[in-house]
Each structure stands twice: as structure tokens, then as C-alpha cells.
């Protein structure tokens, strides 16, 4: 399935070439088959991680829309590092400009008649804001609001300001522009970045010690659209395409992707796949943190030696340690594969091969269904092992403290208050079709499907914090979706009618396609977690495959404070900073 990579081993290990940084350039990109660098860092100091973000833009050569955060160094999509407690300040300047316009949202949304970043106004491809996915941080403006806060071009200076939980799980978490229209392009340009909470091996001393790394993998538009696959794969008889211009999925495994994809920005194009380089010291242990920013692609990955799976040892799962609900403190468990859906994040550890040998980090074929995007199998990065490689900048503390006790009961034992029922839909233009959807839907149970509006002021959905609830998600599509709720964790208890009960949370989830066949409709259960009294206000649940809630797969949840909130202000109320709207 992989013969294609022995014969480009040899040729990728020759392969060093500088960063293609010229001094002028908005959205700088490395050159392919690069060794594969880390995103720079900025870590807390005594309590406080304080920078400047600008959002840019610039028109790559093949067209296609480049979007990037640049820090006040000049550094592309900085990993941010800090520990819980800590305040966190980010100054964010809106230099868009109008460049190749984005063909799949031709139109401007409006959410409301601005008079300020923080009430709405017009939605466009040079509007942006700041999501930080997977933080249970209050959905206000300043912090993490999304439906209402936009800055323009033009704008004043715009300060995010908020305060990491005291129990935030220690993880992997992430920053992108969540912009209603047109998160789908800002996330294909490459306008994402990772945020780590730390002290994971406080919550798992088998990681204690070890080197860490950063991949951020994206999706973008194809370098080269109208080559014809490699020679090295099967003829596959025909390329459909769905509304946006994207490759179907073919059902083989193979033929052209709907998107490229590339690792810390080392892109990895159609039809070749000329692979980065991630280099590592013989039979070294790191920790691997691994986010999926893809704005449309699913990621099945492995690290394949002589084209056999080697294990990897997984002990975390979108921000969460697995063994967070009183598992055994050094967890882990070790598979040959991950599955990550577009917004997820997976912690492992790699052990490199014996001096000499190289392996392939692959991602393998997805089956997305028949209406879904074609994601096959192809290289990511070759894994070099040798004896002069750098060091990682991180190692993990060696001798950890234990993290505190939870507060709250596990999320497992608590009985929910209510149980509802939402679902999946699109419109196809072609009935006959499966790929000309052209807009999606998520609808609770009785209710009749619409597109997300941005200039509804009433929420979807309203629920009282401190309450548990489970929710029943069905797909009625024949394309796979990735249900994703701001805000908060929740809890997988079925998945397409079989029992999981995860010992362990996640804030991202597949919801399998429907065939046409069975007699009922595939389905997830999830516990839904409102006890936190942060997340009261309204915030967005939605499908993580950008185009589909860009075209109004997308709705909104009100947390409405209970009696004991009303009457105690939360702790983020109480430490947010003097001086700051709210």
C-alpha cells in the first residue's frame, strides 16, 4: 500500500533545504521536504503569558489564500505555554487585506449592527477573531466568544484577557479565527496554532522526563489540482467532485486528495508526496503532541517500519489525560494507529528506530462515506534516526508533582437531568448526488431543520449550569460528520449502538455516515458536562469540518447561570483583569 515509500527514503535523507523565509513575505512557508521544526515557544512568567498576535494574509503562487498569526519576533503560529492560573493577554492586530477571494462564500453574513468589536457587524474573508478550542474559559467577549466578537481591518487593537482554570486538564489545546462564513478558508491558509497547559506528567508519570514535540498538521488547497495520480498507484476511473471543488471520496484508499497536507507547515503535495523529515536520536523516547488543525480532513496515523505498525503509546486525548478519572498515575496505552477527526488532538509516546533505520509517519485512508471528501492513504513525514540530531527544546519535568484531586464527581457517575436528541442533514441540490450538498444542517429532534443564522438572537438549545445532561446525535447524511461543542468536554458512552463508556473525555467526536441500508440511522450518546460555572453565557456546537459549519451546520447553546451561580460570582468573574470590558 506504501511500496511507493522505499524510493523515496533515500532521496528525502539528502534532502536539508533552508527555510524558504524571504524577508517580505505575509505567510512564510518551508520548503518541501524540509526537516521537519517546532513552532517556536512563549511560556508564562510569574503567572503571566502577555503577547502581540497579527492576523496576515498573502496570495500563494498557485492562488490559493495564505493566513497566518505572526508574533511581535516575527515568529509564524508561536505554541503558547501555560499552567493553570495563569492570565493570559493577547494583543491581536487585524492586517488582512483583500487578496484571491474565497469562491465557496462569495457573500458577506452579518450578525448584527456593529458599533464595536464586540456586537457583531459584517462577517468576511478579512474579518478574524480568536477560538481557544477545548479551554473551559467564559464565552464573553474579551475571552472566548466567537458569534458576536469580530475585528475589522481598521480596528483598534483588540485584547483577548482570561485566566486558565485552576483545573484545566494539562494538554494540548488550540487557537484559530472561528469567523461564520469563513473559518473554512482562514483554517486552509494556515491561521491556526497550538496552546499547551502544562504539567502532563503530573497526571501521568510515564511521561515524566521526556523530550516533547509539536506537529501541527493542515490541510490546504492543492498545489497541483489537474496532475494525475502517481504511477506507483491504481488507476482510479474517474475523479467526482462535490460542491466545493473537492475530490469525493473514491472507497479505494487512493486517488486524489481533496486537500494537501502539511506538518508545522513542511507541505507534503499531490500526486508525490514528497514527505518532511522529522529527525530523532536512536532509540530515543518523546512525547509527541499531534494536532489535527485541518479545516476538512480526517487523519488515521501511524508510524510504519518496513510497512509494519509500530506501537505508540497514547496517554492523552484532546487536552485530556486517559487516566484522568483515577486511572494508574503512569497509563498508557499502546495502539498502532490514532484516528483524529479535523479539530482533534492526541498525545503519545514515540520511541525512535536503532541508529540507521528510518520509518514513515503516515496517515491512512479515511472512509468518509459517499458524500464525504477523499482522504487516502499518504506519507506525512520519514522518521530519521541519527546520533547528531537536536535536542527537543521541552523535556517534561522528571520529577512531577501529582495533580489535586478533582473536585467534581467523575462525569460517568453522575446521573443526567435529561436526555435529547439532535441530527445531522443536508440539502442536496441532486437528490441522486450524495456529494451536491450545498447546505448542512444540525437540528435538535422536533424541530425543523434550518442553516445556522448569525443574526438569530435566540439560542437553540438553553440549559442550566450545574446540570448534566446526555445527547443523542444521529446522522442522517451520507457523509461522515466530527460533532464539536465549545466550552467543554463530554463523555462518549455509545458509539453506533454499541456501549464505549471512555474512562476519559473528549471535546471532538465522529458520527459514522448512514449507508441507506440499515433500518435505523447510525448514532452517538454523549454526557454532556454543565456543571462548570465558567462556561455560563451562549456559545456554538457545531460540525468540525469547517465547510459544513460555515454553510450553517451550526448551532447555539445557552448556559444559564443556576440559583448558587446567580448569587457567587465565578472565580474567572473575580480574577479577570481591572480594565477590561466583559
Not at 479535523?342 to 479515511?366: K, L, Q
Not at 456501549?499 to 471532538?508: C, G, K
Request: net charge negative; aromatic share 8%.
Amino acid at each position: 500500500m506504501f511500496r511507493w515509500l522505499s524510493s523515496l527514503f533515500a532521496f528525502t535523507f539528502l534532502l536539508y533545504p533552508a527555510l524558504a523565509r524571504a524577508a517580505t513575505e505575509a505567510c512564510p512557508r518551508p520548503a518541501l521536504g524540509s526537516v521537519v521544526q517546532e513552532p517556536p515557544d512563549l511560556f508564562s512568567h510569574n503567572g503571566v503569558l502577555e503577547l502581540t498576535l497579527t492576523a496576515r494574509n498573502a496570495a500563494a503562487t498557485n492562488g490559493s489564500a495564505r493566513y497566518c498569526f505572526i508574533d511581535a519576533s516575527g515568529n509564524e503560529s508561536p505554541t503558547l505555554r501555560v499552567k493553570p492560573g495563569d492570565l493570559v493577554t493577547i494583543h491581536l492586530k487585524n492586517e488582512l487585506t483583500n487578496i484571491t477571494p474565497d469562491k465557496t462564500s462569495p457573500h458577506q453574513h452579518h450578525a448584527s449592527a456593529s458599533t464595536g468589536p464586540c456586537t457583531g457587524g459584517a462577517m468576511t474573508p478579512v474579518t478574524t477573531n480568536l477560538h481557544f478550542h477545548g479551554l473551559t474559559i467564559p464565552p464573553t467577549c474579551h475571552q472566548d466568544e466567537v458569534l458576536q466578537t469580530l475585528i475589522h481591518p481598521g480596528d483598534p487593537v483588540f485584547d483577548y484577557s482570561f485566566r486558565i482554570p485552576d483545573d484545566e486538564p494539562p494538554g494540548l489545546y488550540w487557537y484559530h479565527p472561528h469567523v461564520h462564513g469563513f473559518s473554512r478558508v482562514e483554517l486552509l491558509g494556515g491561521a491556526s496554532g497550538a496552546l499547551i497547559v502544562e504539567g502532563t506528567e503530573r497526571a501521568d508519570r510515564a511521561v515524566a522526563g521526556l523530550p516533547e514535540r509539536v506537529f501541527v498538521i493542515r490541510d490546504q488547497d492543492l498545489v497541483n489540482p489537474n496532475a494525475p495520480s502517481a504511477k506507483s498507484e491504481p488507476v482510479i476511473p474517474k475523479f467526482l467532485l462535490d460542491n466545493d471543488g473537492d475530490a469525493v471520496n473514491t472507497g479505494t484508499g487512493f486517488g486524489k486528495p481533496a486537500k494537501d497536507l502539511s506538518i508545522n507547515f513542511v507541505t507534503v503535495p499531490y500526486p508525490n508526496y514528497e514527505p518532511a523529515t522529522i529527525l530523532m536520536k536512536p532509540g530515543e523516547r518523546q512525547l509527541w503532541r499531534v494536532l489535527n488543525a485541518s479545516a476538512i480532513t480526517y487523519l488515521n496515523l501511524s508510524i510504519l517500519r518496513n510497512r509494519a505498525a509500530q506501537r505508540v503509546g497514547l496517554i492523552a486525548i484532546d487536552g485530556v489525560p486517559l487516566n484522568l478519572n483515577g486511572g494508574p498515575a503512569d497509563f498508557v496505552d499502546w495502539q498502532t494507529h490514532i484516528g483524529l477527526p479535523p479539530g482533534s488532538r492526541a498525545e503519545f509516546i514515540v520511541e525512535a528506530p536503532e541508529a540507521g533505520v528510518s520509518e514513515a509517519f503516515v496517515t491512512h485512508t479515511v472512509d468518509t462515506g459517499p458524500g464525504g471528501e477523499n482522504d487516502p492513504n499518504r506519507p506525512l513525514a520519514i522518521i530519521r534516526s541519527s546520533a547528531d540530531a537536536p535536542e527537543p527544546r521541552v523535556k517534561l519535568d522528571a520529577a512531577p508533582q501529582p495533580l489535586p484531586a478533582p473536585k467534581q464527581p467523575w462525569l460517568g457517575s453522575v446521573a443526567p437531568t435529561q436526555v435529547r436528541k439532535f441530527y445531522f442533514s443536508e440539502k442536496l441540490d441532486d437528490p441522486n448526488n450524495p456529494a451536491s450538498a450545498s447546505e448542512f444542517y444540525i437540528t435538535e429532534e422536533g424541530h425543523t431543520p434550518r442553516a445556522f443564522d448569525p443574526n438569530s438572537k435566540q439560542p437553540d438549545v438553553t440549559v442550566t449550569q450545574g446540570t448534566v445532561e446526555d445527547w443523542i446525535i444521529e446522522n442522517r447524511s451520507s457523509e461522515l460528520h466530527a460533532f464539536h461543542i465549545h466550552q467543554l468536554h463530554f463523555m462518549l458512552l455509545d458509539y453506533d449502538g454499541k456501549t464505549v463508556n471512555e474512562p476519559f473525555l473528549r471535546d471532538i467526536v465522529n458520527v459514522p455516515y448512514f449507508n441507506g441500508h440499515t433500518l435505523s440511522y447510525p448514532s452517538i450518546r454523549i454526557r454532556m458536562d454543565f456543571r462548570d460555572p465558567n462556561i455560563v453565557g451562549t456559545f456554538a456546537f457545531h460540525c468540525h469540518l469547517l465547510e459544513h459549519e460555515d454553510r450553517g451546520m451550526m448551532a447555539t447553546i445557552q448556559v444559564v447561570p443556576s440559583e448558587t451561580t446567580r448569587n457567587t460570582p465565578s472565580k474567572a468573574a473575580l480574577d479577570a483583569p481591572k480594565g477590561v470590558a466583559r
